[in-house]
């Protein structure tokens, strides 16, 4: 199939990727406002919605900025510049902050404190509590703090990428000089000190209202005149020519020393800091006033996370969610146990987290691989894992026995480099054969194959997931993980690893799709399947669930596809480009967003193809750099059982009344709400409770509701 290409340009067809990811936000925000929600779960996705601001900023703010300064004018295919897209973000950003901080400061502080949590300043304390803080002061904070001046003798100090900082205006009083210092402000403290909790009231003291009140601890003998909070963010889009590179390993540490020096993209600043200081700031922070957001109160609220872990209000929380074993490993935990590969032996079946066990399933299958003597080697991709992760430890048992174990790891996994170069070094250390795929592309894929010796011959077990082999990602991502045996499947992921590990760039495919020689072209001609039977007055179907959707060509696709009168249902959590429900252009797409105590993290898509329902499930979104640039995989799923489960999930998420939100063609999103007299469905709470109730032994194949 030849390549298409695009015939179409502009507003009227493309979304802005930024502008759409914070929309995205918005959404988060949303859950922060829900009067519904328990307190501190409303306080949780403040601290969401600032992080991925920070991230937001890093990486894709960084990334104009870099495009701006190099003297970029290239029109976006939605028709914008970086400078235009620079400006609609500042503007959009700045209604945000304001939105967040009301939240925050306006409705859930003066409501935790209703509840007996109190985030009380110095003076208004008890003077016990003032005690307490004194000592917590001189014990814990004082002797970590360094006071850095700035004059001739000490150069303007360099300050750490999201650290919150004091700006301190002096005096000498001989003198009456003017003096510049910076205090960083710890961040291996808790961002709130807990100074009493009892009896269903806790108090608490900002840290840096702390260190404020005792700033002339740190000064002895010139007068402090100001202390003001700052907070920069650096750009984290580095680029470097990894085709050039001698060694991979070796650039991504020089891109990570690169980056924690990279330049600031943004400043927060306390509002009320006098001018003077302000222009210091700029000047040696080399940032312009378009980068910089002024606000009251406290900055940096990422940190709110830390409120919600406060002991003894459990009331103002979410019931806890512990993920469920298997049904196809319930009758299997007694001391004779048939092993995991029997299981899947038995049948085909599918994981989902975080409703299923993540360590009873997959971390399951990696430790039985590593002990069991039967096993010849075990291939698996890292993209992202946890720093303990005890998937990697059993990789490393597994070496260390002699089993032929290969990992390969993506260096290249943005804010993951530090932890998956570490891991890196210690798989080689301990035998494991350690690459790093291929030049110009991401190893995105999540792939596990286990080799075994069965009655003089070799079986493969391979577990193909959506998300990444992460043990605590796990109890909060909502994905797939499915476990085959099949000698096709196997015959395909043996080759992307080969593909992945030595040279094989002709590499076919007989089941699976794979970026990213293959995808695209597959996916395109899946959708022309379903263009030529609507054509033909047939039925047709498509639907998709995905992280984003950005992809031009895929989305100028669907435009074509729903022109045809195929019916298009897609659930995209995050960014969405494509424009649905525009007379003559989209009138039979429908684009969902579902966002909610999980983060959607899976990606599944549904084909009608002439009655075959063809239903795939992988890593891969419709994005370029998914379908061009990283290699993924995606698993055919033809088990009628699984198939039946996920046109289960399908009709659920888009039955959902209570976490989703549908995209209109003005861009704007509208959260959808019951109709008078009609069940309350929440797709998160719909499945804890399915999971739940499935306490006896079932077939093979995942049961469902139907």
């Known amino acids: 199939m030849q390549p298409e290409e695009l015939k179409i340009f502009g507003p009227d067809y493309f979304e802005n990727y930024e502008l759409s990811w914070l929309k995205f936000n918005k959404r988060v925000l949303a859950e922060a406002n829900r009067k519904d929600l328990p307190l501190l779960e409303r306080v949780k996705f403040i601290g969401i919605v600032c992080s991925n601001l920070d991230e937001f900023f890093q990486k894709r703010v960084g990334g104009l900025k870099r495009q701006f300064y190099s003297g970029v004018t290239e029109l976006t295919v939605d028709g914008k510049t970086p400078e235009d897209q620079l400006r609609a973000i500042r503007k959009e950003v700045l209604k945000m902050i304001k939105a967040y901080r009301g939240c925050f400061l306006d409705d859930l502080l003066p409501a935790l404190e209703q509840e007996g949590i109190v985030i009380s300043s110095y003076k208004a304390l008890s003077k016990e509590q003032q005690q307490k803080a004194d000592e917590y002061f001189e014990n814990q904070i004082y ?98 020519n990894e085709e050039e590179a001698d060694d991979l390993l070796e650039m991504i540490e020089d891109e990570l020393r690169e980056r924690k020096f990279a330049k600031v993209v943004r400043l927060e600043i306390d509002r009320k800091m006098p001018a003077d200081i302000k222009n210091y700031l700029f000047e040696h922070l080399g940032v312009k006033k378009s980068d910089v957001f002024e606000m009251e109160g406290p900055i940096g609220l990422a ?89 990697m430890h059993a990789l490393i048992r597994a070496a260390e026995a002699n089993k032929q174990v290969a990992v390969l790891i993506e260096l290249k996994a943005r804010f993951d480099e530090e932890r998956n170069i570490t891991w890196a070094h210690r798989l080689e250390n301990a035998g494991v054969h350690v690459s790093y795929g291929i030049p110009g592309l991401k190893i995105h894929t999540k792939l596990t194959i286990v080799v075994r010796e069965e009655h003089g011959s070799i079986r493969r077990y391979m577990h193909i997931g959506t998300g990444n082999y992460h043990p605590d990602t796990a109890q909060l991502y909502e994905d797939f993980g499915y476990f085959t045996c099949r000698d096709d499947i196997a015959a395909d992921v043996s080759d992307v690893f080969n593909l992945l590990t030595g040279y094989a760039p002709d590499q076919t495919f007989k089941k699976t799709l794979v970026a990213p020689k293959h995808l695209r072209s597959n996916m395109m001609q899946m ?62 797409i429908n684009v969902h967003s579902v966002i909610g105590r999980f983060l959607e993290h899976s ?104």
């Open 143 to 240: 002797p970590i703090i360094t006071p850095l001046a700035v004059d001739e003798a000490h150069p303007f100090p360099f300050i750490s990428n999201k650290s919150r900082s004091l700006a301190i205006k002096l005096r000498q009083r001989k003198s009456d000089k003017k003096l510049f210092a910076r205090i960083k402000i710890p961040s291996n403290r808790p961002r709130w000190i807990e100074l009493e909790n009892r009896e269903g009231n806790a108090t608490f003291l900002s840290l840096k209202d702390l260190i404020v009140e005792k700033i002339d601890r740190f000064f002895p003998g010139v007068d402090v005149i100001c202390a003001h909070v700052f907070r920069v963010t650096r750009n984290a889009d580095i680029e470097r």
């Open 527 to 588: 959708i022309n399947e379903e263009i030529i039977e609507a054509k033909a007055g047939r039925k047709s179907r498509i639907m998709a669930k995905m992280n984003s959707l950005e992809d031009t060509l895929i989305i100028q696709k669907l435009y074509e596809a729903s022109q045809a009168g195929v019916p298009i249902d897609l659930i995209v959590r995050g960014v969405c480009r494509l424009i649905p429900q525009k007379d003559g252009l989209s009138e039979n």
């Open 303 to 391: 940190d709110a996370m830390e409120l919600t872990s406060i002991k003894g209000f459990q009331h103002l929380k979410s019931e806890p969610w512990t993920p469920v074993l298997h049904p196809v490993f319930r009758h299997s935990m007694d001391e004779d146990s048939p092993s995991v590969f029997k299981t899947i032996r038995n049948e085909d079946f599918i994981v989902h987290h975080p409703y299923h066990s993540f360590d009873t399933s997959t971390q399951r299958f990696v430790e039985e691989a590593a002990s069991d003597p039967k096993v010849l080697a075990i291939k698996q991709t890292l993209y992202r894992t946890s720093s303990d992760s005890p998937l």
């Open 603 to 706: 990606r599944c898509f549904h084909f009608h193809n002439r009655g075959n329902n063809l239903y795939y499930i992988g890593s891969a979104d419709w994005m370029h750099r998914n379908l061009d640039a990283r290699v993924e995989v995606l698993a055919p799923i033809e088990h009628p059982a699984l198939k039946k489960y996920m046109n289960f999930l399908f009709d659920l998420y888009l039955s959902d009344n209570q976490q989703r939100w549908v995209l209109k063609s003005s861009g704007k999103y509208k959260k959808i709400v019951p109709k008078k007299g009609n069940k309350k469905i929440s797709v998160h709470e719909y499945l804890m409770n399915h999971t739940k109730k499935l306490l006896n032994p079932v077939p093979r194949a995942l049961p469902v509701d139907s």
